[in-house]
């Protein structure tokens, strides 16, 4: 399992209801793929103070790598990606990308 995590420093001009929009628009697009489990996204409450610059941001859970790698070459995931960063302090700079691969032994039933 593959959680695609993805925050995003959104420009100050940039309306909450614009930021919203982008967001479903990717979460609907990555939940059409084979190999999507979820995705959840939303705003970052910051409960212990620690990543203030982002302001919101995504978790695509992808069953394997492969699933993954479908979606980074997709043109789809590559043409919402493009408008993402024009939404974001200095584009691909105001997103922050990491890819955790999960221990599925660790979960509580």
Known sequence: MILHCVFCRFRADVPPERRLDILVELSGFALSLDGVVSCDFGPNRDFERKSQDYSDGFVIRFSNRRALDR???HPGHRDLGRRLCELCVGGAEGILVFDLE?????RRN
Request: proline residues 0%; aromatic residues 12%; negative net charge.
């Open 102 to 106: 999960a221990n599925q032994g660790t």
């Open 71 to 73: 979606y980074a070459d």
